[in-house]
């Protein structure tokens, strides 16, 4: 399994008067949670395609169709998994995941994501495949692919039904604001695709500190003034650390919440 990575801090967001500038907190930056997987019923164990689409192509069907060969120890796939249906020859499903909120640290090249999962392609021997890839496109925007990862199960024996477990990491680019995940798996004879995928994960870590504009190690009086002078519209500037595209009151709420050391 991949490493466990560091969340971001959710800094507490409070209406900030002009007075509070003169009442700043003496130290200490909000507390970091636990990680998160960002990837909504990633492990199918909601049990339907919820969070994906389109949901009537793949489908969710009981580990027990799949089986956990070639799995580690201690590596579990829950109840159920996705797979292939009755459907076209080529099915897939996608899930797209908000990562804007994160603009100003992805910009200044301080947030990391990684992904994981499982794949099981099965080969029946003839060139009879049903294959399965699982792809993450880093998107600006507009839409525009920044960056991707695709992961495909290639070491499937003929007969031999076994999982393969997959992991990356990666600067998240510069510009992205959503990350889509898709599914994809294909058949190349017979009716049913009979391919699985389980355990589909995103996560992000990076600068617990994005408020540290000046990289001194501490959020303190020189990285305010940098905030009230880029105060207002500003596109894809540091100081916009919600990234809406103005520096206003939630990008001070959050330095405020996060000053001290860090």
Request: glycine residues 12%; hydrophobic residues 45%; aromatic residues 6%.
């Amino acid at each position: 399994m991949k490493r466990v990575t560091r969340p971001f801090p959710k800094p507490m967001m409070a209406a900030i008067g002009i007075g509070a500038l003169l009442l700043l907190p003496s130290s200490g930056a909000a507390a970091a949670g636990e990680d998160e997987c960002l990837v909504f019923n990633g492990d199918a164990e909601v049990g339907t395609m919820d969070g994906w689409t389109p949901d009537d192509q793949i489908e969710i069907a009981t580990v027990a169709s799949s089986g956990t060969l070639g799995l580690p120890g201690g590596y579990s796939l829950g109840r159920f998994v996705f797979t292939g249906s009755l459907g076209p020859e080529t099915e897939s499903c996608l899930q797209s995941i908000d990562v804007s909120a994160q603009a100003a640290a992805i910009d200044a090249g301080r947030i990391t994501a990684d992904v994981s999962g499982a794949l099981q392609a099965r080969s029946l021997g003839g060139g009879a495949v049903d294959s399965v890839v699982c792809s993450f496109a880093f998107k600006a925007a507009n839409g525009a692919a920044l960056a991707s990862l695709s992961f495909v199960d290639a070491s499937s024996p003929p007969n031999v039904f076994d999982w393969d477990l997959f992991s990356d990491t990666l600067t998240v680019p510069a510009g992205t604001r959503s990350v889509e995940i898709r599914i994809t798996m294909t058949r190349s004879v017979g009716l049913s695709t009979d391919a699985f995928a389980d355990n589909i994960c995103l996560t992000l870590s990076g600068d617990r500190c994005p408020a540290d504009f000046d990289g001194s190690g501490d959020v303190a009086a020189p990285d305010l003034a940098a905030l009230l002078a880029a105060w207002g519209a500003c596109a894809s500037c540091p100081e916009d650390l919600d990234g809406d595209g103005t520096v206003g009151a939630s990008d001070l709420a959050a330095l405020l919440a996060a000053w001290g050391s860090c």
